[in-house]
């Protein structure tokens, strides 16, 4: 049971590897919207190799976002062989401890443990979820910002430029005043008593 715990757990693991190893630094600015989130894993590329050993291992517990470390690890070079043996063993551990509790409890202490790794997801969804809504909701309210600033300066100048045309005086030094068109009278048509 924990072998088969194992492989379906590690199974997929390589593919965050390699999105790493192929797109890099793209990949973790895509993945990590906040400023801060990204000074975190620039350091994280930068840290003694050591922490990412460790890091791998325990991306495995409930509520830790496990794709950011496993393609910072693909980022930072580390072999597909290391990474696989440290994936496995966090995979290993997470499996043990639940078929332990499992054991020692029966079926409801595996209920209350796949119930935390359920609640685990859905905190990572709204994390997610959160780290994509406020970023959109600040440039959304900018833009109405800058669309509303837009909106006065244009009205105040309309509004100069209808006071200036209503006193009749002429146009300001530096502004052109576009000039109306001839627009030529259209011709009558002949009458019948013309003729």
Same mark, same amino acid.
């Given at each position: 049971?924990?072998?088969?715990?194992?492989?379906?757990?590690?199974? *997929?693991?390589?593919?965050?590897?390699?999105?790493?190893? &192929?797109?890099? #630094?793209?990949? !973790?600015?895509?993945? !990590?919207?906040?400023?801060?989130? &990204?000074?975190?894993?620039? &350091?994280?590329?930068?840290?003694?190799?050591?922490?990412?050993?460790?890091?791998? $291992?325990?991306?495995?517990?409930?509520?830790? $976002? +496990?794709?950011?470390?496993?393609?910072?690890?693909?980022?930072?070079?580390? &072999?597909?062989?290391?990474?696989?043996?440290?994936?496995?063993?966090?995979?290993?551990? *997470?499996?043990?401890?639940?078929?332990?509790?499992?054991?020692?409890?029966?079926?409801?202490?595996?209920?209350?443990?796949?119930?935390?790794?359920?609640?685990?997801?859905?905190?990572?969804?709204?994390? *997610?979820?959160?780290?994509? +809504?406020?970023?959109?909701?600040?440039?959304?309210?900018?833009?109405?910002?800058?669309?509303? #600033?837009?909106?006065?300066?244009?009205?105040?100048?309309?509004? +100069?430029?209808?006071?200036? !045309?209503?006193?009749?005086?002429?146009?300001?030094?530096?502004?052109?005043?576009?000039?109306?068109?001839?627009?030529?009278?259209?011709?009558? $048509?002949?009458?019948?008593?013309?003729?």
């Amino acid at each position: 049971m924990i072998v088969a715990g194992v492989v379906g757990k590690v199974k *997929i693991d390589w593919l965050f590897w390699w999105v790493g190893r &192929r797109w890099g #630094q793209g990949m !973790i600015t895509f993945l !990590i919207p906040s400023e801060r989130g &990204r000074r975190f894993a620039a &350091r994280l590329q930068t840290m003694n190799p050591w922490v990412m050993r460790l890091l791998i $291992p325990l991306s495995y517990l409930p509520g830790v $976002p +496990a794709g950011i470390p496993n393609i910072v690890a693909g980022v930072n070079g580390m &072999r597909l062989s290391t990474y696989m043996l440290l994936d496995a063993l966090g995979a290993l551990m *997470i499996t043990s401890v639940v078929a332990a509790v499992g054991y020692g409890s029966g079926q409801a202490g595996v209920d209350v443990v796949l119930l935390v790794d359920s609640y685990a997801m859905w905190l990572t969804l709204a994390l *997610i979820f959160g780290m994509a +809504a406020i970023p959109t909701y600040g440039a959304i309210r900018d833009q109405r910002a800058r669309r509303a #600033q837009a909106l006065a300066d244009a009205a105040e100048a309309y509004d +100069a430029e209808t006071a200036r !045309i209503a006193a009749g005086e002429e146009p300001a030094a530096g502004t052109t005043e576009k000039p109306v068109r001839d627009v030529p009278t259209t011709p009558k $048509p002949p009458n019948s008593d013309d003729a």
